[in-house]
Nanobody
Framework: VQLVESGGGLVQSGGSLRLSCAAS????????MGWYRQAPGKQRELVAT???????NYADSVKGRFTISRDNAKNTVYLQMNSLKPEDTAVYYC?????????WGQGTQVTVSS
């Protein structure tokens, strides 16, 4: 099983990035997918999730700015991040869950400069 994130980088405050997470080795359409982030010295926190049926959930801190989506044909989940703020700086991790199965990607760094 592999979850491979991409799309991170350095962006100015107010800018946008789109993260992608390509999954392999799982029946992707069955999995609830999510994005989490961890800033230096802080615990990992939920950013957004999307169920196998397409229902979404967001952390209050990103509502209205971030959008999670999935393409089951491409086995990929996306996180569109707009109006980025310096406090969004973190390593962003992709997660896939189905029943007792729980997989994580290696993370991608997002840095927002002020």
């Amino acid at each position: 099983v592999q979850l491979v994130e991409s799309g991170g980088g350095l962006v100015q405050s107010g800018g946008s990035l789109r993260l992608s997470c390509a999954a392999s080795g799982i029946i992707f359409r069955l999995y609830a997918m999510g994005w989490y982030r961890q800033a230096p010295g802080k615990q990992r926190e939920l950013v957004a999730t999307i169920t196998s049926g397409g229902s979404t959930n967001y952390a209050d801190s990103v509502k209205g700015r971030f959008t999670i989506s999935r393409d089951n044909a491409k086995n990929t989940v996306y996180l569109q991040m707009n109006s980025l703020k310096p406090e969004d700086t973190a390593v962003y991790y992709c997660n896939g869950k189905f029943s007792s199965l729980d997989y994580w990607g290696q993370g991608t760094q997002v840095t927002v400069s002020s």
